[in-house]
């Protein structure tokens, strides 16, 4: 049975429509106290729905029912307005600011349980369950590359996909800052697709650059240098085919 407390935080207002997106964000702050002060102080205006504590305690801050104030600005899938549409939950870990680590195996388990409950209450795709920097890569890097993304999808929450090594050689050498033409458009087109608000184009901007470094720290943790290799873009298109085919048969876990 999942154990949770209630510490009620005031910052929140009503919902336009039942929550069909879920975001993982870090704490990033030096403690888990001071990261929940803060969330549930009404000057600071923002919060979550839920905390959950590096010994895997699991805090309830706002109501799944209700807008809790954690993406900020932000897109996925065309959605401008993530609050409205997610659940939010807070992975207490000091982030990259304050000495990033890795998330302790009963901090994960709980977050995996934490996940699989709130998916008996509402419909949440598995191309929806996102990080806070998939929403907003040019200002978050939340909760990180340090996350284990592919346990949770081994869990069956998520997406998760490695390609194979001949895959990844037949797509050429790399794309980065600077560079133009069909290859970016095409990765342009892809990270577009799969949910992420950088707009088709031709151009490897610096957008693009902050936009392949979240989809690195998702799906290609080993590497976040914003360079697009050949893994990296075999992996966007398997990723991009799993999110293709759940949209298309409508099979959720």
Same mark, same amino acid.
């Given at each position: 049975?999942?154990?949770?407390?209630?510490? #009620?935080?005031?910052?929140?207002?009503?919902?336009?429509?039942?929550?069909?997106?879920?975001?993982?964000?870090?704490?990033?702050?030096?403690?888990?106290?001071?990261?929940?002060? %803060?969330?549930?102080?009404?000057?600071?205006?923002?919060?979550?729905?839920?905390?959950?504590?590096?010994?895997?305690?699991?805090?309830?801050?706002?109501?799944?029912?209700?807008?809790?104030?954690?993406?900020?600005?932000?897109?996925?899938?065309?959605?401008?307005?993530?609050?409205?549409?997610?659940?939010?939950?807070?992975?207490?870990?000091?982030?990259?600011?304050?000495?990033?680590?890795?998330?302790?195996?009963?901090?994960?388990?709980?977050?995996?349980?934490?996940?699989?409950?709130?998916?008996? %209450?509402?419909?949440?795709?598995?191309?929806?369950?996102?990080?806070?920097?998939?929403?907003? #890569?040019?200002?978050?890097?939340?909760?990180?590359?340090?996350?284990?993304?592919?346990?949770?999808?081994?869990?069956?929450?998520?997406?998760?996909?490695?390609?194979?090594?001949?895959?990844?050689?037949?797509?050429?050498?790399?794309?980065?800052?600077?560079?133009?033409?069909?290859?970016?458009?095409?990765?342009?087109?892809?990270?577009?697709?799969?949910?992420?608000?950088?707009? #088709?184009?031709?151009?490897?901007?610096?957008?693009?650059?902050?936009?392949?470094?979240?989809?690195? %720290?998702?799906?290609?943790?080993?590497?976040?240098?914003?360079?697009?290799?050949?893994?990296?873009?075999?992996?966007?298109?398997?990723?991009?085919?799993?999110?293709?085919?759940?949209?298309?048969?409508?099979?959720?876990?």
């Amino acid at each position: 049975m999942l154990i949770v407390r209630d510490v #009620p935080s005031p910052n929140f207002d009503a919902r336009r429509g039942p929550p069909d997106m879920l975001v993982l964000h870090y704490t990033g702050m030096q403690t888990a106290d001071a990261a929940i002060a %803060r969330l549930c102080d009404p000057e600071a205006k923002v919060s979550a729905h839920y905390v959950v504590d590096e010994d895997g305690s699991i805090l309830k801050l706002v109501p799944e029912e209700r807008r809790a104030w954690h993406a900020g600005r932000g897109v996925w899938l065309g959605e401008t307005d993530c609050n409205a549409a997610s659940i939010g939950i807070e992975i207490v870990n000091p982030g990259h600011e304050f000495g990033y680590r890795d998330f302790p195996e009963v901090q994960v388990d709980a977050v995996i349980s934490l996940i699989a409950d709130i998916r008996t %209450r509402w419909t949440i795709p598995d191309n929806r369950i996102i990080a806070h920097s998939d929403l907003a #890569p040019e200002r978050k890097q939340d909760p990180g590359e340090r996350f284990p993304w592919k346990r949770l999808a081994g869990a069956g929450h998520g997406l998760w996909f490695e390609p194979a090594q001949e895959r990844v050689a037949a797509l050429g050498v790399p794309l980065k800052v600077g560079d133009e033409g069909l290859g970016v458009i095409v990765l342009r087109a892809g990270l577009h697709r799969l949910g992420y608000g950088l707009p #088709p184009g031709g151009d490897y901007d610096e957008a693009t650059c902050l936009t392949v470094e979240a989809f690195q %720290r998702h799906w290609r943790p080993a590497q976040v240098d914003g360079v697009a290799d050949g893994e990296t873009r075999a992996t966007l298109m398997g990723v991009l085919q799993l999110a293709t085919a759940e949209s298309t048969t409508g099979v959720l876990n």
